[in-house]
């Protein structure tokens, strides 16, 4: 499962692996509502937002929260109005993902918003998670906001998690990184790419794993197989 949380008030993933699912799944439907509640809160405090910061939006084509994510309606109202797009330029939004990122893990950006709104803690995500015999993992740790320092997330995520997910898209000297921030500190390692989802996928397969690391988990696995 992957359970967005929050680390004091920024947003991050968490992955969670071999729980007892029925009771995380009650709890998941308890914590998170509806896939439609959350995003229309989110979309509603976003254009509390922009209203008062006098951003014009493009509502041509109204915001339905079944069919979208709110931050990528608002991408789209913004990017269609030029003054608005002028606003996110200046800002060095690009994306979606640019702006969401921006919006849940750096305060100071002027779309911020607290994510208390919808998501859990990562103290809660560990408990349920933990009290089920499972693990939870940090996500992606470089994918966060552009501001952010990643040292700085893992750090701040150290006392509750159990891994990290060291590659996810990343070059190998972050790959690196967060093996060696593993190794150091005693956490599991896990690698993804972020196949999910209906629209877009990232290409299958783990890149950037160097001949080290494989011989090191391979051996670990040799280790634990009983013949």
Known sequence: MEADALVGKLTYDILCYDF?????????????GTLESRQTKIFEKLCEICNKLDLKLDDSTPYQAKD????????????????????????????????????????????YIDMHLVWPTIEDVQKIIHQNGGKIF?????????????EDILNSCLPYIDGIEICNESNQEQVQFLYDFAHKHDLLISAGNDFHGSE??????????????????IGLIKQNIKY
Do not use: C
């Open 68 to 111: 979208e994510y709110a931050h990528a309606a608002l991408f789209r109202m913004l990017e269609n109005i030029p003054e608005s797009k002028q606003f996110l330029d200046n800002l060095n939004i690009k994306t979606v993902t640019d702006l969401y990122r921006e919006g849940t893990t750096s305060e100071s950006f002027p779309l």
């Open 200 to 217: 877009k996928h990232s290409e299958l397969g783990v890149t950037n794993i160097t001949k080290d690391m494989e011989d090191e988990i």
């Open 138 to 150: 940090l996500a992606h740790p470089f994918k966060y906001g552009k501001e952010t320092n990643v």
């Open 20 to 32: 007892d699912l029925e009771p995380v799944r009650k709890w998941a439907h308890s914590q998170y």
